[in-house]
């Protein structure tokens, strides 16, 4: 297992259209993250997976925003209705619970037109 | 609502010479991490520090941690180029590793 892995790294798409993004966490971790990072700012926190679970959402993810961890290994995240104000990076992480930190995966760069 | 801060938020420096990020946080935390991520690219983990009076050193880098301040510390030692990125701290709100970033840390070491 080389890490977090993203498809795609790149999404250009037209406002309006919807997007999906997909995350696979390191194998034996069972928590999952969402972030989503601008240019010149840390990344924010989005939402977090315990297995398949979804205990957090930030307030930063609308109704447009959804994401799923159907069987507790990959996850995906839809934008529906993107609009330019979502162009960013989505960075996914994971961890185990006895493990005091997140890996990042290298993240999808989305832009909206 | 957690706020984290850091400063300087960029910082140019000449190699060899030494510095200090700092990074200040609002509520009681004691795990902190500390982030290093080059321009396009993902963050890669640097240090954990987990309790209070925590140091970690790994080759020029130096992170500490002190809870009751609510402050950590990143040293840089005789810089060099390779070391030119962006930092971040991130402290841990609760159990499940919820992290609050910093702005970030510019670094740039000219030769």
């Known amino acids: 297992d080389t890490g977090v892995s993203q498809n795609p790294r790149h999404k250009i798409t037209k406002r309006g259209q919807n997007v999906t993004f997909r995350c696979d966490p390191i194998?034996?971790?069972?928590?999952l993250y969402w972030y989503r990072q601008t240019l010149g700012q840390g990344p924010e926190f989005l939402t977090y997976f315990q297995n398949e679970a979804q205990l957090e959402k930030s307030r930063l993810l609308s109704d447009r925003f959804s994401a799923e961890r159907p069987k507790g290994s990959f996850s995906t995240l839809e934008i529906q209705r993107t609009e330019q104000g979502d162009s960013a990076m989505y960075l996914c992480?994971?961890?185990?619970?006895?493990?005091?930190?997140?890996?990042f995966g290298p993240g999808t760069r989305l832009t909206v037109l | 609502e957690l706020k984290v801060e850091q400063n300087p938020l960029f910082l140019s420096m000449q190699e060899g010479k030494n510095y200090t990020i700092y990074c200040n946080y609002s509520t009681t935390s004691d795990r902190l991490y500390w982030y290093r991520q080059d321009p396009g690219k993902s963050l890669e983990s640097l240090f954990v520090l987990l309790s209070n009076g925590a140091v970690k050193q790994e080759g020029r880098l130096m992170a500490s941690l002190d809870t009751k301040a609510r402050l950590s510390t990143l040293h840089i030692t005789a810089a060099v180029h390779d070391l030119s990125a962006t930092y971040f701290c991130?402290?841990?709100?609760?159990?499940?590793?919820?992290?609050?970033f910093g702005t970030g840390t510019k670094l740039q070491v000219i030769p």
């Open positions: 992480a994971s961890s185990f619970p006895s493990y005091n930190e997140q890996f």
């Open positions: 194998s034996e971790h069972n928590r």
């Open positions: 991130a402290v841990d709100e609760g159990g499940y590793q919820k992290v609050t």
